[in-house]
Every structure is written in structure tokens, then in C-alpha cells.
């Protein structure tokens, strides 16, 4: 969902930005034949390797791309990260979360990139939030001050192939998106 939100966010503020689907599921290339707008462009990692898709990216102009990956530690994550500028990890708040998250920290921390934590599908209990806020601090990864509530604008708009603020502009879902990928900015793609 985030690389969705992400790359539609970038579109808005104007860069071509584009989304590489490495997850077998293939639920980004789904949701880009529900979608009616071009833009942006999605594309599953078929039979290619990630490297050779993302100079032929580069070669069509692309400004930003976003690589999914699979939720779990699978080899994918580890070339993810290495051709990546930049790491984005998503987690949710719960323990179980956390610890599936933990694996993910250590292949980024290993190469010395851009790298940082967002929470998704926080609840709207504060002390939930705080635990989940406290846990991640012992990861030494920069992490998003805001943090992405459970909210059902995310699975409405991508039920139309579109992303929660495309779906409700002004919404709770769309302003912590933009706040998401103003700290994106700042702390991930810098240079
Ligand atoms: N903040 C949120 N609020 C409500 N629903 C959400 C939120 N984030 C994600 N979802 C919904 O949860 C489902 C899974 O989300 P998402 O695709 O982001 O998770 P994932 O960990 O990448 O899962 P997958 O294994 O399917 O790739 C989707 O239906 C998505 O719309
Ligand atoms: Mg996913």
C-alpha cells in the first residue's frame, strides 16, 4: 500500500515516478490494472533481473523508482537493498510485527544506505503507538514521526485502483501520506 501511496505522492508533487513489483503476489501489478490513470507505471520483475529493469527505467526518463517486496526475508529483499538507494521499512505496530522486522534491519544495516522505519496500520490508541515507537528505537533506524493509521480510505481507493488521496483529498489518510513522503524526502532521498 505505501509503495502505492508513495509513488502516486511523488507523481503529485511532479516527478515520474514509477513502481517495480518484486513480490510473486503481484499485488502492485493488480492494482495498476484496476487503476485508470497511466501513471504510474508498474512493472512485475518477470523473468528479468532487477538491475537490468532499473536501467531500462532510467533509459524511459523515470525519476523515482519503487521496488515492493515480498513481506518476508526472501532473497529478493537482500538484491532489493543492494541496488536500492534507499531502504523504506514498513512494520506494523504488534510484536510479531516487530520481529519480522528485525531480519529486514539487518540486511540494510549491512550496506551502509539511506534507510528508515515507518509504522502502518497503527491503531488510533495512543499507547499502542508508544510501545510499538518505543520497541523500534532499539533498531538505531531513523523512524517516521508519523505513523500511518489503519484507516479504511487505504483499502477503498485501492479496491478502484487508486491511492487514499486520490480517493478523499484532505483526508486523515492523505495528510499522513504527505507527511510520510516529506520525511521520505528529507531523510531518504537525499543527494
Ligand atoms: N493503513 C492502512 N489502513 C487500512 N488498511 C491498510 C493499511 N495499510 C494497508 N492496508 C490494507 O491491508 C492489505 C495489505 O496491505 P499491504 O499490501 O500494504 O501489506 P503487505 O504487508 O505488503 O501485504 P502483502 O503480503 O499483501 O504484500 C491491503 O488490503 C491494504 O489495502
Ligand atoms: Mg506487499
Not at 508533487?13 to 513480490?23: A, F, N, P, W
Not at 523504506?88 to 520481529?99: F, K, Q, R, W
Not at 479496491?159 to 486523515?172: I, K
Amino acid at each position: 500500500m505505501l509503495a502505492r501511496s508513495l509513488a502516486v505522492q511523488g507523481l503529485i508533487s511532479g516527478l515520474k515516478t514509477v513502481i517495480l513489483d518484486t513480490d510473486p503476489q503481484g499485488t502492485v501489478v493488480s492494482w495498476s490494472r484496476r487503476r485508470q490513470a497511466a501513471a504510474p507505471a508498474v512493472m512485475g520483475l518477470g523473468s528479468r533481473g532487477i538491475g537490468e529493469t532499473l536501467s531500462d527505467f532510467a533509459k524511459r526518463g523515470a525519476d523515482l523508482v519503487f521496488i515492493d517486496t515480498p513481506p518476508h526475508a526472501q532473497p529478493v529483499i537482500n538484491l532489493a537493498a543492494s541496488v536500492a538507494d534507499a531502504a523504506l521499512l514498513v512494520t506494523g505496530p504488534y510484536p510479531e510485527d516487530l520481529e519480522q522486522v528485525s531480519v529486514v534491519v539487518g540486511i540494510v544495516q549491512n550496506l551502509n544506505k539511506p534507510a528508515g522505519i515507518v509504522l502502518n496500520k497503527t491503531p488510533s490508541r495512543a499507547h499502542a503507538l508508544a510501545l510499538a515507537r518505543a520497541a523500534l528505537t532499539t533498531f538505531n533506524l531513523p523512524l517516521c514521526p508519523t505513523a500511518i493509521t489503519q484507516l479504511v480510505a487505504h483499502p477503498y481507493a485501492s479496491a478502484e485502483g487508486m491511492s487514499a488521496q486520490e480517493w478523499e483529498t484532505d483526508s486523515r489518510a492523505a495528510v499522513e501520506l504527505a507527511e510520510l513522503w516529506g520525511w521520505v524526502q528529507k531523510c531518504l532521498l537525499v543527494g
